[in-house]
């Protein structure tokens, strides 16, 4: 019987790169399980008192970082790191603004649909607590990809960290567009 | 070298000295803050939580990280530590030294978990009430259960990471300090279950469902925080173990030339990504509410059925996580042992896939009591019937094996032949449950318990011991005692079918499960008092199989690369394999099973590989 083809028994940006995926795909489920217990809890109800435009802002705030990381990336993937460090600076500035917009929701909604009595409440804040918990580490890990050990990486040409924590950006991001539409938008 | 040089030493030293801490600054930022300084559900959380980052720190576990963030090099293996026990305890990446502690571990939990029933079963002997107070009873079932879920949890990690790479003709796994990561979260949260029986246990069965675990005592919490804990190393080992089996294989091996365990391990890993995710947020809701306040199940403002749907939305999959690798030790292991190729190993194969994906749909069967919508039950019911296809073609691809060959009775075959019987009696009771009418009848009765510890014990305890006898020469180069292994096996099947069989009749006579006291006017008194004899026999032969381990262990005659005759990859290495598996990749060149084909091959080894095994 003929041998199939020799593979690399090692690549080790494929063996990452497939584990990272498979992670994301884990941790979708937790939001994929949040979505579908706030329809389950509250079918399509949503107070009036929903701050639709600063939803609306920090949507595009999130949006707008992804793409500053995404610039990131290919500029470190070119070498480029005054480039980089300028889009991952800004994409952590905008990650930053998000959740000071979060913050200004949270007190709305403590006002307004308070998680102790309210179901929406509840999903509410589950929601957007575990996001803004994504958040918080994802922009931990832009700033590990920014400190002055990894600059050395990243001249020799491995930009493996910063592909895996951009990648994870955007997959916070993505999530974001899942639950902007569940809570401010269904009614 | 000093005991203080080890790193679980440091690491739990560590760890209680974060625990420490947070509980002082959280009781401060209470009291700054104007509530009162001790609230035992918030406190100990966050102490859960800092302690086991502080004593994973204390433990080594984030150097490899902390040198990469620092861009120093990390290496992925420290050479191994001297004396070569010690590498047991500390944070050693090799997915063998990981192999070994996950079982251990597993081990250690099972005569924990084991003993608690025990008591209970004494209790439960004789109708009235005898020694236990009924809350004791209740912490006693409820940790029983869910440490035995952690066991075998723990259990097929362990057999699933010594045995895969060296299968797949890797040098180690994908990620070793993710699995080195994976293990050593395990021991945290066995202290936490054993600590949720003096902080009040909790009655809720492992189940925990709300509203009776909202209100449970504080151990509840802190069966919670493992269950949560268990979870996620279970999710790190499934990426771990997929990304191994994907991007890993020796050359040659493709898909369907993976040894069988190999495909339950995708199976069992793919479960293991996607649902564990459902439970764990379950219980973290039930934290939530407990903690804060929230109110998911509040039958008010919440759906008290929603943690139903969640929990079982994981845990009857999980069943699933806890069988298959079983099954797949069952199908490694009668070919060797028959000496014929596995019949229908494309079916085999296929028909984990089949059981997993099958058994992501059918989780409402366990709430057909439980006032879920009617229109969702018959399609549950149809569902659940349909599982039991791909379970059949398992069932009968194992007799076909057997069927002509030249059977080789050793311990590990015997026990595989008890897994299948086992599970036979375990798959064949579990159909009725499924049919609505039937269920409602048996549901909550000890016709469940019967039929759910017949599938663990078909499904997880005989293949684990069948895969215990089976590599133990692999894994120490000596070999298990044959007579005392042999009688624990008769033991053990004697003591199955003497503790669950009668189940079946006290279930259908009204017998109900979770209960310490029952009426003696029933007639359940005889019946119960076989079940708890057939409980210590159980316990017999777990006592003859650790004095066995350990007897093999130090005085087991040694064994060669290759004592029976095997042809997968883990066996063409010397026993125990060399440091790292392979020196140069092997050649995969026929399929795993050609037993009875005097020429066939599954894999070839490199010339230096194949010398280091002559001299070993």
């Known amino acids: 019987m003929a041998i199939p083809q020799d593979r690399h028994v090692e690549d080790r940006p494929a063996i990452n790169r497939l584990g990272l995926w498979l992670f994301i795909l884990s941790d979708g489920f937790l939001f994929v399980v949040l979505l579908t217990t706030r329809f389950y809890m509250q079918g399509v109800q949503r107070p009036a008192e929903v701050n639709q435009p600063l939803g609306l802002a920090i949507s595009i705030v999130l949006l707008l970082s992804s793409l500053f990381a995404y610039r990131g990336e290919t500029a470190a993937a070119y070498g480029d790191v005054k480039r980089f460090r300028r889009n991952i600076l800004v994409t952590i500035g905008l990650g930053a603004l998000f959740l000071a917009g979060v913050v200004i929701e949270w007190a709305e909604g403590f006002h307004f649909f308070p998680p102790q009595s309210t179901a929406y409440g509840t999903v509410f804040f589950t929601l957007t607590g575990f996001h803004a918990f994504h958040v918080v580490t994802g922009l931990l890990a832009l700033v590990i990809i920014l400190l002055p050990g990894q600059q050395k990486r990243l001249q020799s040409g491995n930009h493996w960290g910063v592909e895996a924590m951009v990648k994870y950006w955007h997959f916070v991001d993505v999530a974001w567009v899942f639950i902007f539409p569940t809570l401010y938008l269904v009614s | 070298m000093s005991i203080v040089s080890l790193g679980i030493v440091r690491g739990l030293m560590s760890g209680a000295l974060g625990a420490g801490l947070a509980t002082g600054l959280t009781m401060l930022a209470r009291s700054a803050l104007g509530a009162p300084a001790w609230d035992a559900g918030q406190v100990t959380t966050i102490a859960v939580f800092v302690g086991v980052f502080f004593y994973l720190g204390g433990l080594g576990a984030f150097n490899y990280w902390l040198r990469w963030i620092a861009g120093r090099p990390d290496p992925e293996h420290a050479s191994p530590p001297r004396p070569h026990w010690a590498r047991y305890f500390s944070f050693d990446t090799n997915h ?81 300090r993710l699995n080195a990561l994976s293990y050593w979260i395990v021991p945290p949260a066995v202290i936490l279950l054993l600590v949720s029986l003096p902080t009040g246990g909790f009655d809720t069965g492992w189940t925990g469902y709300p509203p009776l675990s909202v209100k449970a005592p504080l151990g509840m919490q802190f069966m919670i925080l493992a269950f949560y804990i268990v979870g996620w190393s279970s999710i790190l080992g499934g990426v771990n173990f997929l990304t191994t089996i994907f991007k890993m294989r020796a050359p040659g091996m493709s898909l369907f ?34 903690l804060l306040g929230l109110t998911y199940f509040d039958p008010n403002t919440g759906k008290v059925l929603l943690f139903q749907h969640l929990f079982w939305f994981y845990s009857h999959p999980a069943v699933y996580i806890f069988v298959l690798p079983g099954l797949g030790v069952i199908s490694e292991v009668l070919p060797v042992f028959s000496r014929k190729p596995l019949f229908g190993y494309k079916a085999v194969a296929i028909s984990s896939l089949g059981i997993a994906g099958g058994g992501a749909l059918v989780w409402g069967h366990h709430m057909f009591a439980a006032g879920v919508e009617s229109w969702l039950v018959v399609p549950f019911m149809f569902t659940t019937s349909l599982v039991a296809v791909p379970t059949g073609v398992k069932i009968f691809s194992w007799l076909a094996t057997m069927w002509m060959g030249k059977i080789w009775l050793q311990t590990p075959m015997l026990f595989a032949i008890s897994a299948i019987a086992v599970f036979l009696i375990g798959g064949i009771t579990g159909v009725p449950q499924g049919i ?8 909550d009765t000890y016709w469940i318990v019967g039929h759910f510890h017949a599938t663990l014990f078909g499904g997880f305890v005989f293949p684990a011991m069948a895969a215990i006898y089976f590599w133990f020469p692999k894994v120490t180069g000596r070999l298990m005692g044959e007579r005392l292994g042999k009688l624990h096996w008769g033991l053990m099947t004697a003591g199955f079918l003497t503790t669950y069989m009668p189940m079946f009749w006290l279930g259908l006579n009204g017998m109900r499960r979770r209960v310490a006291d029952y009426d003696p006017a029933m007639g359940l008194g005889p019946g119960n008092v076989v079940v708890t004899v057939g409980g210590f026999l159980i316990a017999l032969s777990m006592l003859l199989f650790f004095i066995n381990l350990t007897v093999s262990l130090r005085r087991g005659a040694p064994a060669p690369a290759n004592p029976w005759g095997a042809h997968t990859l883990e066996w063409q290495v010397s026993s125990p394999p060399p440091e790292e598996n392979f020196a140069a990749p092997p050649k995969v060149v026929g399929p795993p099973y050609g037993y009875g084909a005097p020429t066939a091959v599954h894999a070839v080894l490199s010339p230096e590989d194949d010398a280091g095994r002559k001299q070993g």
């Open chain 2, 96 to 176: 063998k030294t990981i192999g070994v502690q996950y079982m251990v571990t597993s081990l250690l939990v099972i005569i924990i978990a084991g003993i608690l029933q025990l008591i209970d079963r004494l209790e439960t002997a004789q109708p009235g009430m005898q020694f236990l107070s009924t809350n004791t009873y209740n912490t006693l079932m409820s940790v029983h259960g869910i440490s035995m879920l952690a066991a075998v949890l723990i259990g097929i990690a362990g057999m699933m990471n010594y045995v895969l790479p060296l299968m797949v003709g890797a040098k180690d796994m994908a990620f070793p």
């Open chain 2, 257 to 290: 030339r993976m040894p069988i365990f190999v495909w339950a391990v995708v199976a069992t890993s793919v479960l293991q990504i996607i649902f564990t995710q459902f439970v764990g947020i379950a219980f973290l809701m039930v934290l939530l509410q407990r």
């Open chain 2, 436 to 443: 609505v009418p039937v269920d409602l009848y048996l549901t």
